[in-house]
């Protein structure tokens, strides 16, 4: 079955740049979205479509997809955005959706 | 608004079933392709699978943990969208959310309903 794969953690301090990873054999033709869920909370959508933002999502929160693997980057990342991101895309088919492990993102 | 309210969740032994819903409001729902997640305690996000538009022919996919064993459905008419859950499992444990994408960059996520599977 498909799988994304995500690294568990990430950890940075205040106002640095935080990258987190989502590799799959599918994502130079599918594309990546990328969640924000805080504990206890639904999921937010903060990409959708490799690289585009929601309204409402702060411009510090952009993405990338080269090749099998897409990229969720937060420059200067704050304390508040401390939460676990997760990736998510179809199979080379279009109609299976899998989200990735989930990376713990610390901002300390 | 668009909301979705899910309902239905509870405690299950083992091998038993139960019927989760999902009421959709704000947005033309018969048009939605509408989606089950669920989360298990402390664990990641898991698509259960997704029910197309019936203009779009009305058809079910479903995740390898729970094909065969989960039955997705939809009433046009009510606005609600069901999970048949049979011969559940204690890894069925989890959250479930309806999920829907209603528009470029715009999804909707319901609050999510508890399903307990333990003798």
């Known amino acids: 079955s498909y799988e994304l794969t995500q690294p568990p953690s990430v950890s940075v301090s205040p106002g640095q740049t935080a990258r987190i990873t989502c590799s799959g054999d599918a994502l130079p033709k599918k594309y990546a979205y990328w969640y924000q869920q805080k504990s206890g909370q639904a999921p937010v959508l903060v990409i959708y479509e490799d690289s585009k933002r929601p309204s409402g999502i702060p411009e510090r929160f952009s993405g990338s997809s080269s090749g099998t693997m897409a990229t969720l980057t937060i420059s200067g990342a704050q304390v508040e955005d401390e939460a676990d991101y997760y990736c998510?895309?179809?199979?080379?088919?279009?109609?299976?959706?899998?989200f990735g492990g989930g990376t713990k993102l610390t901002v300390l | 608004e668009v909301q979705l309210v899910e309902s239905g969740g509870g405690l299950v032994k083992p091998g038993g079933s139960l019927r989760l819903s999902c009421a959709a409001s704000g947005f033309t729902f018969s048009n939605a392709w509408m989606s089950w997640v669920r989360q298990a305690p402390g664990k990641g996000l898991e698509w259960v699978g997704r029910i197309k538009s019936k203009t779009d022919g009305g058809t079910t996919d479903y995740a390898a943990p729970v094909k065969g064993r989960f039955t997705i459905s939809r009433d046009d008419s009510k606005n609600t969208l069901y999970l048949q859950m049979n011969s559940l499992k204690t890894e069925d444990t989890a959250v479930y959310y309806c999920?829907?994408?209603?528009?470029?960059?715009?999804?909707?996520w319901g609050q999510g309903t508890t399903v307990t599977v333990s003798s």
């Open positions: 999920w829907v994408v209603v528009d470029y960059g715009m999804d909707v």
């Open positions: 998510y895309s179809t199979d080379s088919s279009g109609n299976l959706v899998v």
